[in-house]
């Protein structure tokens, strides 16, 4: 079944409206359903979705002001999804994985207000798909330890540090040969 | 197994175990927000792709176990009616998100329910696993196992820079949610809560009423959880949020000390009158109840009711929803005849323990 509202996508959500008495069926989909305000429910994060429509749009003004090119930003298109920067600025949701590539000039500004000025990630990496990252975070970790290790003079102990680094970065070149 | 198990018991199997301070937290819940690579997200995905990963899903964790979530039951969201709908989301096993949307979305839930993962909800996977009680720093060490065992068949969006790629931006990093489900009716009667919560928010933690409408918490039952995704490790997050709930619950337990030095008559009478509603009222709305409840289970917590399992206000919050009392009654009922079949639950709930 495809959206009643914009015949474009098929329609994800099913609503039962009652005005004066009559119950209507609605199907939409999940843009529409966003943009039309079918969504009442009380979601987790609710009103920070409408604190961030908000700050979407008073962000992507000023990046307009400043730029004076409002065509040209809002041609901007993802080329996996579809989804336009005009589009995104509306629902203030990414349509899939490579927006994050297409919109990412405009990013920063935004990550910045919802995430505490916080702008990359510090946190867990994927096992399999993310395994020499992983690598190069214990890594990391094992050099800031040893330079802990070396200004408190503890030089036994920083050697053991020391040959684990040198045991990972070993392992690492022979998984890139 | 079936789907009427999850029907028909309001409390979840985990729920009957005790948990470190389970005087005052309830639960707690670490929710992780997961997107295959290559696929558009839900809003914007075609039926065919999220069908894949609905199918996908189906063909390769339906009826698996992992570790203690044994059997996981896999339930198509349109299979079922709007009665039982409302009660995967009263039990907290399914968002109202998932439960709006009439096709491609699904649930795998573990035999004890500890475990739930929503298919094509806003991300294409949100997995959620409870405990009983105060036990995040376990929870999270769980959550992450339950990751990698799903992510050795799956292929991520993960980028280096941003992390996990998620639906909405306000997810993206770590794609975790954190939260503790905690009873405070001391701080909410001598209103210190009111004045915490802007405290707690500079913290970039958010508390919410968990049955209420904004912070007017129904039942003294309040969430607290994480608002921030991106910056810090999902290791800082919960350390910052458990202190923050150890924090409240030595205020908690300092207030309900303090009500019992200064006024225990007072505080005794108004846990028995509730009690009193409770077991013999003929009619009662959710809100009433919800006080009720919450006044009787801390009669339980400071020894003055004896007798009654502390289950009873995790048991009957559930229980005496909308959906819960539709379902057990197998036909709508009406807001009325929900307030009278509400009043003989709790009649008969409270006669099984005395
Ligand atoms: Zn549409
Ligand atoms: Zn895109």
């Known amino acids: ?177 | 197994m079936t789907l009427q198990q999850f029907m028909n018991e309001a409390i979840s199997p985990w729920m009957r175990e005790e948990g470190p301070d389970s005087d005052i937290v309830l639960s707690t819940r670490i929710r992780l927000a997961r997107n295959f690579a290559q696929y558009s997200f839900p809003i914007i995905a075609s039926e065919n792709n999220l069908q894949h990963i609905s199918t996908f899903i189906q063909q390769e964790y339906e009826d698996q176990t992992f570790q203690d979530y044994r059997d996981f039951l896999f339930v198509p969201i349109e299979d079922l009616t709007p009665v039982e709908r409302r009660v995967l989301v009263e039990k907290h096993l399914i968002s109202p998100h998932l439960a709006e949307k009439n096709h491609v979305s699904a649930v795998l839930i573990s035999k004890n329910e500890q475990v739930s993962i929503m298919v094509n909800e806003e991300d294409h996977l949100r997995l959620q696993l409870y405990f009983p009680g105060f036990q995040l720093n376990h929870a999270l060490t769980k959550v992450f196992e339950l990751d990698d065992w799903l992510e050795e068949k799956i292929d991520y969006a993960f980028d280096e820079k941003r992390g996990y790629l998620t639906g909405c931006p306000t997810n993206v990093g770590t794609g975790m949610r954190a939260s503790v489900m905690m009873h405070l009716p001391a701080l909410s009667w001598t209103k210190q809560i009111k004045r915490m919560i802007p405290a707690i928010n500079q913290l970039g933690l958010v508390v919410r009423g968990i049955y209420g409408e904004g912070s007017e918490a129904t039942g003294n039952i309040f969430q607290i959880s994480n608002q921030i995704t991106l910056g810090k490790s999902e290791v800082d997050i919960v350390n910052d949020l458990e202190s923050v709930v150890r924090e409240l619950i030595e205020h908690e337990r300092n207030a309900r000390n303090y009500m019992m030095e200064q006024s225990s008559t007072h505080l005794e009478d108004r846990i028995y009158r509730s009690y009193g509603v409770m077991a013999y009222s003929r009619i009662i709305e959710s809100k009433e109840a919800a006080k009720c409840l919450s006044d009787v289970r801390l009669g339980i917590d400071l020894g003055i009711i004896e007798n009654v399992s502390r289950n009873i206000l995790n048991e009957l919050m559930v229980l005496t929803q909308p959906g819960f009392l539709q379902q057990y009654a197998k036909k709508t009922l009406t807001p009325n005849e929900r307030d009278v079949l509400r009043a003989s639950l709790i009649r008969e709930r409270v006669q099984l323990e005395t």
């Open chain 1, 1 to 177: 079944m495809e959206c009643q509202e914009c015949h474009k996508r098929p329609a994800a959500l099913h609503f039962t409206q009652v005005i004066n008495g009559e119950k209507t069926e609605v199907y939409v989909c999940e843009v529409c359903a966003n943009e039309k305000g079918y969504m009442s429910y009380p979601e987790e994060g609710y009103s920070l979705h409408h604190l961030l429509s908000g700050l979407f749009n008073s962000t992507f003004e000023s990046i307009q002001s400043q730029s004076g090119s409002q065509d040209k930003q809002e041609e901007l298109s993802c080329p996996q999804c579809d989804m336009t920067l005009s589009e995104f600025k509306r629902i203030g949701k990414f349509g899939c994985p490579t927006c994050y590539e297409t919109f990412s000039d405009s990013l920063d500004a935004i990550f910045r207000r919802v995430h505490s000025g916080n702008l990359t990630h510090h946190g867990k990496i994927p096992a399999r798909i993310g395994g020499s990252m992983r690598v190069q975070k214990q890594v990391d970790e094992y050099k800031d330890e040893l330079q802990h290790l070396i200004n408190n003079e503890a030089f036994e102990e920083a050697a053991k540090v020391r040959d684990k680094i040198k045991e990972l970065e070993e392992q690492r070149r022979g998984d890139d040969r």
